[in-house]
Structures are given as structure tokens and as C-alpha cells.
């Protein structure tokens, strides 16, 4: 593979196999059991050690930096909270109401504290990313913007039912449309999420960039509804002509209700096997447009424009395969299951890069070590913003 110069395409590769991880993933899991979930902390780093040991990009593979010490510290800290909360909810529950709003109000922190230390704990060539996005804005995100258009309707309900300008089934009619305008303002949370968490990353000195709008969100879900109904709408009618002409014809034959017109099991098993299909279809088809959108929409310093290639059906078949083997293996096959997800994902994500690319990851590790090494609290999510 070329250096990435003067404007060359450089794709990610994924080396790891299913039967090395299946080795990690078996120990943790005995170890975490045995340990009563201490090990969990040691089972995380191992993992993410595996899989970004074998992610490579221009013939380097990624970093996971964290030590298991600093993610057990921050677990004991989450369920110390717990216990507290517990115990205080059971033996004073005003002061556990009060707890349990300071730990809901303190999601929004967690979720942004657990950004930073991933990104902190990850590096490429001995630089490490960072998060530099607000506080500030993931309150919005997660408290105001999805409960807005159920706060304006309900208002708007309030003073209008306190005038005496409507009765109480327009009020609640109101309230209907806030809650559907709470559904219906998703992908815009979607949109301005994604944005936040992509301009809010860096490397190095050097910081991504996208402009994100939420056009692509809405139109893959818009899509998305109108298949649901199509498909909800041809099933009614095949269902219909099954068995509704059926129990007509018996009935005209009969004079009378059929006691048995013939077994639904098998219409009904068929029907559901055929909405999981479509589930998994339908998740690809989101995940693979929005993805390669948030892709192609996100560069670092002008210098590395980011690409993803995703096919719905690809992306499907993979779905497909992975929960036949999960069935049929009773979960034992989740390694090679997570293996299969990690090259997939590398196979169809590559950069166009502009320049140098040695040479630029040479100067933010300049800027780096100039600045020292400051790391956040080891709160860590298993979240995975960019699917």
C-alpha cells in the first residue's frame, strides 16, 4: 500500500480472525463470572486492545491506550452510586427522589465525559485522539431538543385550556401532536448529535470537520416508514385473500360460522420470519445511508477526507448470517459474529489523503508532546456513535 501522497486512496484493513478472539472473548467471560465482574474491566481493554490491534490504515494499526485500573476505578465509582441510591431509596425515599433526579440530570455528563476517554485512550501512531465538544450542548441534545415540540404544544394547551378557548379533547389532541412531534424530531437530534461528535473530535492538534444536516436523516427514515407501510399494507391483503376467501366460502357452503377453516400456524410463523427479514434489511438500510453520509461528509484538517461504501444488501447478508450462527450456536459463535462486523466495516471505509500523510502525523505528534497528556475521568460508555 502506497504512503497515502499526492492525493492517494488509502483503505482500512482488518486482520484480526474469529478463533483468536474466541479465545479472549471465552476467558473474559469465564474470569468476569468467576471475579463477580471485576475482571469486566480487564475483559474490556483486552478486547478493544484485539480489535484495534488489528484495524490498520496505510499499513499501521490503531492503539487502545487505556490500562484496566482506570476503567475498574470508574466502575466501582458507577456502582457505588447504585448501592447508594439504593439503599437510600429504600430507607429515606424523599432524599432517593432527589438522587435519582441528580444521577438522570448527570447522563448527559457521563455520556460526554465517556467521549473524551475514549477518544483519549485511542491513537494511530503514537498520537492520540481528543474530544473537544461542549458540555453545554449535549444537555440539549439529550434533555431539551427531545422533549421541545412536546413543551411548546403542552404550553400552547395551557394557556389556551386556562382562557377557556378550548375543551379538554382539543387539549389532549394538542398533546397528541407534541408527542408525534417529539418522534418526528429524531432525526434532526440524530443529525445535530452526529455533527457534534464529529467536529467535537480530534487528532493530534488537528480536528475533524463535517457539516452534517439532517436532510439525509430524514429522507432515510421517510423511506424507511413508507417500506414499513407498503409492506404492513401487502401482507394484510395476502393474509386476506388466505383466509378471509376461505372462511367466505366455507361460510356460503356451510350456512354457518366453519369451525376450522385450516391452521394459521404456518401463515403466522411465515409472517413473522418474514418481518424479522425485513427488520434486519431495514436496519441496514439505515445504517448503510447514514453511515456513508456521516463519511463522506467528514474530513481531518483538509488533509484526509474519509469514505465508507456500504451496501444495504451487503450489510444485510452479513445481519443474515450472523443471526443464523447465533442461533444455531446458542451465542457461542459472537467472536467469528464480531469478527465478520470489524472487517466488513474496514473493507468498506477508506480515505482520500491529501499530502504527506507520515509527514502530518509527524507534526501533531510534535504538537502533542509539546502539550502534555491530560486525561479525563475514566468513565467509559460502550457507545459507538459513528456505527
Given at each position: 500500500?502506497?504512503?497515502?501522497?499526492?492525493?492517494?486512496?488509502?483503505?482500512?484493513?482488518?486482520?484480526?480472525?474469529?478463533?483468536?478472539?474466541?479465545?479472549?472473548?471465552?476467558?473474559?467471560?469465564?474470569?468476569?463470572?468467576?471475579?463477580?465482574?471485576?475482571?469486566?474491566?480487564?475483559?474490556?481493554?483486552?478486547?478493544?486492545?484485539?480489535?484495534?490491534?488489528?484495524?490498520?490504515?496505510?499499513?499501521?494499526?490503531?492503539?487502545?491506550?487505556?490500562?484496566?485500573?482506570?476503567?475498574?476505578?470508574?466502575?466501582?465509582?458507577?456502582v457505588s452510586m447504585i448501592i447508594i441510591f439504593s439503599l437510600v431509596s429504600q430507607f429515606f425515599p424523599p432524599i432517593g427522589m432527589i438522587f435519582a433526579i441528580i444521577l438522570f440530570a448527570a447522563v448527559p455528563w457521563i455520556v460526554w465525559n465517556s467521549f473524551?476517554?475514549?477518544?483519549?485512550?485511542?491513537?494511530?501512531?503514537?498520537?492520540?485522539?481528543?474530544?473537544?465538544?461542549?458540555?453545554?450542548?449535549?444537555?440539549?441534545?439529550?434533555?431539551?431538543?427531545?422533549?421541545?415540540?412536546?413543551?411548546?404544544?403542552?404550553?400552547?394547551?395551557?394557556?389556551?385550556?386556562?382562557?377557556?378557548?378550548?375543551?379538554?379533547?382539543?387539549?389532549?389532541?394538542?398533546?397528541?401532536?407534541?408527542?408525534?412531534?417529539?418522534?418526528?424530531?429524531?432525526?434532526?437530534?440524530?443529525?445535530?448529535?452526529?455533527?457534534?461528535?464529529?467536529?467535537?473530535?480530534?487528532?493530534?492538534?488537528?480536528?475533524?470537520?463535517?457539516?452534517?444536516?439532517?436532510?439525509?436523516?430524514?429522507?432515510?427514515?421517510?423511506?424507511?416508514?413508507?417500506?414499513?407501510?407498503?409492506?404492513?399494507?401487502?401482507?394484510?391483503?395476502?393474509?386476506?385473500?388466505?383466509?378471509?376467501?376461505?372462511?367466505?366460502?366455507?361460510?356460503?357452503?356451510?350456512?354457518?360460522?366453519?369451525?376450522?377453516?385450516?391452521?394459521?400456524?404456518?401463515?403466522?410463523?411465515?409472517?413473522?420470519?418474514?418481518?424479522?427479514?425485513?427488520?434486519?434489511?431495514?436496519?441496514?438500510?439505515?445504517?448503510?445511508?447514514?453511515?456513508?453520509?456521516?463519511?463522506?461528509?467528514?474530513?481531518?484538517?483538509?488533509?484526509?477526507?474519509?469514505?465508507?461504501?456500504?451496501?444495504?444488501?451487503?450489510?444485510?447478508?452479513?445481519?443474515?448470517?450472523?443471526?443464523?450462527?447465533?442461533?444455531?450456536?446458542?451465542?457461542?459463535?459472537?467472536?467469528?459474529?464480531?469478527?465478520?462486523?470489524?472487517?466488513?466495516?474496514?473493507?468498506?471505509?477508506?480515505?482520500?489523503?491529501?499530502?504527506?500523510?507520515?509527514?502530518?502525523?509527524?507534526?501533531?505528534?510534535?504538537?502533542?508532546?509539546?502539550?502534555?497528556?491530560?486525561?479525563?475521568?475514566?468513565?467509559?460508555?460502550?457507545?459507538?456513535?459513528?456505527?
Open positions: 500500500m502506497n504512503d497515502g501522497s499526492n492525493g492517494n486512496h488509502v483503505s482500512f484493513k482488518f486482520n484480526g480472525n474469529g478463533w483468536e478472539y474466541f479465545k479472549i472473548w471465552i476467558v473474559n467471560i469465564v474470569l468476569t463470572i468467576l471475579t463477580l465482574g471485576i475482571y469486566s474491566a480487564w475483559a474490556t481493554v483486552r478486547k478493544r486492545r484485539y480489535f484495534y490491534g488489528n484495524t490498520e490504515f496505510n499499513n499501521t494499526s490503531f492503539e487502545y491506550m487505556a490500562t484496566p485500573w482506570m476503567i475498574l476505578k470508574g466502575r466501582l465509582v458507577a473524551r476517554f475514549r477518544a483519549r485512550m485511542s491513537a494511530y501512531r503514537n498520537v492520540r485522539f481528543g474530544f473537544k465538544g461542549k458540555l453545554g450542548s449535549i444537555f440539549i441534545y439529550i434533555f431539551l431538543l427531545p422533549i421541545l415540540p412536546l413543551l411548546i404544544t403542552g404550553l400552547i394547551a395551557a394557556i389556551l385550556s386556562f382562557s377557556q378557548i378550548i375543551d379538554q379533547e382539543t387539549t389532549i389532541l394538542l398533546l397528541g401532536i407534541g408527542m408525534v412531534g417529539t418522534y418526528l424530531i429524531f432525526p434532526l437530534i440524530q443529525a445535530k448529535f452526529s455533527n457534534y461528535y464529529v467536529n467535537g473530535t480530534a487528532f493530534g492538534q488537528g480536528g475533524f470537520d463535517a457539516d452534517i444536516s439532517a436532510g439525509t436523516f430524514y429522507t432515510t427514515y421517510l423511506i424507511a416508514f413508507l417500506i414499513i407501510i407498503g409492506l404492513s399494507i401487502t401482507i394484510g391483503i395476502l393474509v386476506f385473500l388466505i383466509f378471509g376467501s376461505n372462511s367466505l366460502e366455507s361460510f356460503q357452503s356451510s350456512g354457518s360460522q366453519p369451525e376450522n377453516i385450516g391452521s394459521p400456524g404456518g401463515v403466522i410463523i411465515a409472517a413473522y420470519l418474514l418481518f424479522i427479514l425485513f427488520g434486519l434489511w431495514l436496519r441496514a438500510y439505515i445504517s448503510t445511508n447514514i453511515r456513508n453520509y456521516i463519511y463522506g461528509s467528514t474530513c481531518l484538517d483538509s488533509k484526509v477526507q474519509l469514505q465508507s461504501f456500504m451496501t444495504t444488501n451487503g450489510l444485510f447478508s452479513l445481519y443474515l448470517v450472523n443471526t443464523v450462527l447465533l442461533i444455531f450456536t446458542l451465542g457461542l459463535a459472537y467472536p467469528w459474529a464480531a469478527i465478520r462486523v470489524a472487517r466488513f466495516r474496514a473493507d468498506n471505509t477508506s480515505a482520500m489523503v491529501q499530502g504527506d500523510l507520515s509527514g502530518y502525523v509527524t507534526e501533531q505528534h510534535a504538537y502533542q508532546s509539546s502539550l502534555g497528556d491530560e486525561l479525563g475521568d475514566a468513565l467509559d460508555l460502550d457507545m459507538d456513535i459513528t456505527l
